[in-house]
């Protein structure tokens, strides 16, 4: 007997070592996984998280993980079938419900996340970011009833939470800003903007400076219904003149957006007399947009035909984007024009861009309106450094065939209210 246990004995503590090293090794992919999603590096995580729930299907914490780093990559999709999963084991579970709740709205879906907000408000009166994403859920539906809701709730909020600030911007995170790439992002319950800046740029071979000053507003008064316009005065070749703008945006469904603009300058020395604009764009659910436009500009007695194409796509706090613009001048030509672009998001509602350009485009100079080849360098953004409060700005390097190069910067202070 004894002779039997002395053999065994190593078999047991083998087994065991074995069992140890593979939940230690497991436990370490879990942390990983972790530590990925916490430094944003969502592909690894969701891998890790994938293998790790294939032997351990049972684990709601991992699987919430996994729900939520789905979300923030925009797999909406997929990420429905891990909540779904979570809420058939635990349907009272608040932050499963409000972990659905907001990826429904990030994907457009306010109406529906509000049941489950609704839900989760009953099950924990007292959990505060249940009552924010409510009132943003009721704000981004952008029905009047909804929106008296919304304030109702606010002021409920703030005698139940008094020390948190429920008339400021709305408190997310960098990776849960809600992105529409066809409508201006603000903050939720201030649905009107305005900005005042200035412009400069300093042109070479001897060329006068151009400067300009600008007024610049817009206001959304529906659900991803916005208009907007503006007014500016340009110095251009020791020339002046003034041009106005108004455009509007309006979602025909829920995909398809449609926007109108038109300017016009009276004394167009250098602007064009008048300009009319015409864009549709459509958003798919993984990220991706495309648009098309046409538009028609006059320059005293010249005119230009054109039409862009563009593609775009959004991954977790990135954009992508290429716009290929093609125009037509009376009588002397044609232009094409590509722009690549990148786009930053961090914050709630903050951007970096960077731009290139280069093909030919139509220019207006004293000398007439002729076709010429560009290439230009362009960094800009917008930064709220108050809740109300932002500042835009814009470094530009451009390059006007054999004519000129224009470097210059825009700054602008942006309201809202």
Known sequence: MASKFALAAPVVLLVGLLLGHTALAGSRSLQQAQ??????????????????LRDHPHDGSARFLLARV??????????????DHLLNAAPENVDYLLGKARTLMWDGRPLEALPLLEHAHRLRPDYQDVWRAEIDALLAAAGEGQRQK???LSKEAQARFPQADWNGAVSLTPREVIVNPLVPTRVADRPTQLEAGITYEGLSNGYDDWRSVYLWA???YGKRKVVYGGVRETQR???????AHAGVSYPLTEQWMATLEASASPDHNVLPKWALFGELGYVYKDGWGMTAGLSQTQYGSARSDSGRLGVERYVGNYRLAYTASFARLEGNGSATTHKAQANYYYGAHNNLGI???????????????VTTDVRSA????????????AISYELLVHRQGDSYTRKGAKVGLRHNF
């Open 35 to 52: 530590e990925a999603a916490q430094s944003q590096q969502y592909a690894q995580a969701q891998g890790l998280l994938r293998d790790w």
């Open 70 to 83: 789905l979300s923030w990559q925009k797999k909406y999709g997929e990420a429905y079938i891990e909540y």
């Open 150 to 152: 919304a304030l109702s």
């Open 218 to 220: 817009d206001h959304t």
């Open 237 to 243: 070749y020791a020339l002046r003149d003034l041009e």
């Open 355 to 369: 731009a290139v350009v280069t093909g030919q485009e139509v220019n207006s100079d004293p000398a007439g309106v």
């Open 378 to 389: 362009i960094l800009n953004g917008i930064h709220w450094f108050l809740p109300r409060w």
